[in-house]
C-alpha cells in the first residue's frame, strides 16, 4: 500500500536532471489523475478567435502573471561519504579509524513568490522555501533576475518576506480570504518542478483546514484541488479576479506529485504575518495562557453540552492575561473577537496571529451559562512541571498501576504502567501521565483516584490529565 505523504512543496534542484519532459512522464504515469472542477463558461472572461469569442482565463491571467516569480535558493549541506563510515570499507583500504569531516556541498532549491507592493519590491513566499538559505535570487516572468534580501521570515506560519529593487513591478491585489466559500473557483500559479507561470485551475475544497500531520504551527488552510506540485509553494493562489486569496504551501500525497489535495495559506494570515514582518523582521506573538483541546461527544456530554462546536479551556497559567481575566478551567470558548470557534485549532490560530498588547473578546459556556471575557494579549509566563518522583504506591485499576506524586507543584497520581488491551490503552493515555482530577473531583493519592473511580456512574470517569507542560481531559470507559 502506498503510504500518504505531507510534502511541503519546494522542487529540489537535483530532480530537474531528469529534464521537463522526464518529470511530465513520471507525474503522469505514477499519480492517479485527479478530478477537477471544470470552470463554467459564464464566469470567464473572453477572447476573439476567427470563430467568434471563446471563453478563456486569458484576460484575466494578462494582469495577474507579471505579479507572480520564480525564487532560486543557494545553500551549504554538509554531506558525508557513505563509505567512509563503512567499517569493511575502512579496514579493508586501511583507512584511518578516526571521524572523517564531513564536507560542504552546494544545495539548491527552487520554489515560488507573489509581488505584494510594487513600489517597495516586496515579495512573499514560504518560509520553507527560502529557510537556511546562503542566496536568494528572484525571476520575473519577463527573464529579468535580480537577488533577493531577506527581510524576514516566520516558521509558525511558514510564511518569509523578500524585497528586490527592481523597476516597473506588478503586483497581487490582496483579497479578503474570510469571503471565501467552499466551491469558489480559484487558480494556482507557480512554478512546479521549475516550469515557471504554470496555470491550473480547481475550486476551494475545504477552509480552515489542518493539516493531518498536526502540529503546533498556525494551521487555517485553504484546501484546493487545484494542482500543486513541488515548485509551486510560495505561488499564488488566486480567484476569479484575479486577487491573491491565498499562498500554496503543501500537498498531500503517496508519489511526491500532484493528487488533487493542496493546502494553501489564507490572506489574512498572510497580511497580518507580512506587516509584522516588513516592520520588525520577526512576528512578536502574544499568549493569553491557556491549554485547549478539542471536544468529542463523550466530553460534550460529560459537560452537559449541546454539540462538540468550540475550545475546551484544559490549563489556566496562574499570573497569565487569561487567569488576570478570570477564564477558568472547563469554560469551552465559542467565539473571539466576534467570529465562531469551532474547534480548538481554529482559537489557536486566533490567538496565534496577535501581538502583545492586543485585546480579544471571548465568549464562552461556564456550567451551562454563556459568558463575556475581555483578555488583552500578553506573554504568559511558562509553567514549569516537576517530575513525578515520589514514593510509588501501586493500585490495580482501569488497567493502570498509580503512583503518588508527593514533590514539585503537581498533585495528582502518575500511570507507571499500563495493561496491554485495557479501556486506558485504547484511550491514549501513556506511562508518565498524571491524572489530577477524576469526575470533577480533584485527586492527590492513589485512595482518592480509587474512591472517585468506585463511585463513577456508568462505569465512565472524566479524567483531567497533565501530560508535560499540557493539561487534557478525556472520558475513559
Same mark, same amino acid.
Given at each position: ?384 512541571? #516537576? !517530575?513525578?518522583? +515520589? ?7 482501569? &488497567? /493502570?498501576?498509580?503512583?503518588? $506524586?508527593?514533590?514539585? %507543584? ?13 479501556? #486506558? !490503552?485504547?484511550? +491514549? ?7 489530577? &482530577? /477524576?469526575?470533577?473531583?480533584? $485527586?492527590?493519592?492513589? %485512595? ?30
Amino acid at each position: 500500500m502506498s503510504k500518504t505523504m505531507l510534502i511541503k512543496s519546494t522542487a529540489a534542484a537535483a530532480l530537474l536532471a531528469l529534464g521537463a519532459t522526464a518529470a511530465t512522464v513520471i507525474l503522469s504515469t505514477t499519480s492517479p489523475s485527479p478530478v477537477h472542477a471544470d470552470i463554467p463558461p459564464a464566469v470567464l472572461g473572453q477572447v476573439q478567435t476567427p470563430t467568434g469569442p471563446m471563453p478563456s482565463l486569458a484576460p484575466m491571467l494578462k494582469t495577474v502573471l507579471p505579479a507572480v516569480v520564480n525564487i532560486a535558493v543557494t545553500s551549504k549541506v554538509e554531506v558525508q561519504n557513505p563509505l567512509m563510515q563503512d567499517p569493511f570499507f575502512k579496514h579493508f583500504f586501511n583507512m584511518p579509524e578516526q571521524q572523517q569531516e564531513p564536507q560542504e556541498q552546494e544545495a539548491q532549491a527552487i520554489g515560488s513568490g507573489v509581488i505584494v507592493d510594487a513600489a517597495k519590491g516586496y515579495v512573499i513566499t514560504n518560509n520553507h522555501v527560502i529557510d537556511q538559505a546562503d542566496s536568494i535570487k528572484v525571476k520575473l516572468n519577463d527573464d529579468r533576475e535580480y537577488d533577493a534580501k531577506l527581510i524576514g521570515k516566520d516558521p509558525e506560519s511558514d510564511l518569509a518576506v523578500l524585497q528586490i529593487k527592481a523597476e516597473d513591478l506588478k503586483q497581487l491585489p490582496i483579497a479578503d480570504s474570510d469571503q471565501l466559500q467552499v466551491g469558489d473557483f480559484v487558480v494556482a500559479i507557480g512554478s512546479p518542478f521549475a516550469l515557471n507561470q504554470t496555470v491550473t485551475s480547481g475550486i476551494v475544497s475545504a477552509l480552515g483546514r489542518a493539516t493531518p500531520d498536526g502540529g503546533d504551527g498556525i494551521q487555517d488552510f485553504i484546501q484546493t484541488d487545484a494542482s500543486i506540485n513541488p515548485g509551486n509553494s510560495g505561488g499564488a493562489l488566486v480567484n476569479l479576479k484575479g486577487e491573491l486569496v491565498g499562498i500554496p504551501s503543501q500537498i498531500l500525497s503517496r508519489s511526491g506529485g500532484n493528487m488533487g489535495i493542496g493546502f494553501a495559506i489564507p490572506t489574512n494570515l498572510v497580511k497580518s504575518v507580512m506587516t509584522q514582518l516588513i516592520a520588525t523582521g520577526s512576528v512578536n506573538r502574544g499568549r493569553i495562557g491557556i491549554g485547549i483541546q478539542p471536544l468529542n461527544p463523550q466530553l460534550a456530554k460529560a459537560f452537559g453540552l449541546k454539540d462538540t462546536h468550540g475550545a475546551l479551556v484544559t490549563q489556566v497559567t496562574p499570573g497569565s492575561p487569561a487567569a488576570k481575566a478570570g477564564i477558568k478551567v472547563k469554560d469551552v470558548i465559542i467565539s473571539a473577537n466576534g467570529r465562531e470557534i469551532q474547534n480548538a485549532q481554529q482559537l489557536h490560530n486566533t490567538v496565534g496571529v496577535l501581538s502583545v498588547g492586543d485585546k480579544i473578546k471571548l465568549k464562552l459556556i461556564r456550567d451551562g451559562e454563556p459568558k463575556e471575557i475581555l483578555v488583552e494579549v500578553g506573554k504568559a509566563p511558562e509553567k514549569a512541571v #516537576a !517530575a513525578a518522583t +515520589g514514593k510509588v504506591t501501586k493500585s490495580k485499576l482501569a &488497567g /493502570v498501576t498509580l503512583g503518588e $506524586v508527593t514533590d514539585g %507543584d503537581t498533585k495528582g497520581v502518575q500511570i507507571t504502567a499500563i495493561e496491554p488491551n485495557s479501556a #486506558a !490503552a485504547r484511550s +491514549g493515555l501513556r506511562p508518565g501521565d498524571v491524572i489530577v &482530577g /477524576v469526575n470533577n473531583k480533584a $485527586v492527590a493519592s492513589v %485512595d482518592d483516584f480509587n474512591s472517585a473511580a468506585t463511585a463513577s456512574k456508568d462505569g465512565q470517569m472524566l479524567l483531567q490529565v497533565q501530560r508535560g507542560n499540557g493539561m487534557f481531559f478525556l472520558v475513559l470507559q
